[in-house]
């Protein structure tokens, strides 16, 4: 199998443009979240908490009702920004990275829309 990779650029509608913000906010919100319960877990009670926990953490949060808007953007770009941070962990844990820093706002924002042809 052969992997190639392209690079675009597109100009959304302003309909769009809110949906990926709101989405790439809600990312950048769950991975705040989940490096926190990581940090914290750790740091008061010595426990390392896996990607599992850190999903159904994900379950528990959108059931909150000041995390409802959560339901309103789809849950894959939520379970990748997860999957990221236990990168991030993984990484940190080999010696390859430091520890995972937390996301601000004006980081800039990209997304990666993976698509597997066979």
Not at 68 to 93: E, I, K, W
Request: glycine share 4%; net charge positive; hydrophobic share 35%.
């Amino acid at each position: 199998m052969v992997e190639k990779a392209y690079k675009f650029r597109f100009y959304p509608t302003p309909e769009q443009e809110n949906l990926l913000r709101r989405t790439l906010g809600c990312v950048r919100l769950i991975y705040n979240k989940a490096l926190a319960a990581r940090t914290q877990a750790w740091y008061e009670k010595k426990e390392q908490v896996s990607y599992k926990q850190t999903s159904t953490m994900l379950t528990n949060w959108k059931k909150q009702e000041d995390l409802d808007f959560l339901d309103r953007v789809s849950s894959v770009p939520l379970q990748q920004g997860l999957r990221h941070l236990q990168t991030a962990f993984t990484n940190f844990f080999s010696g390859r990275a430091k520890y995972p820093n937390f996301k601000k706002k004006r980081m800039g924002w990209q997304c990666r829309i993976y698509k597997v042809c066979i």
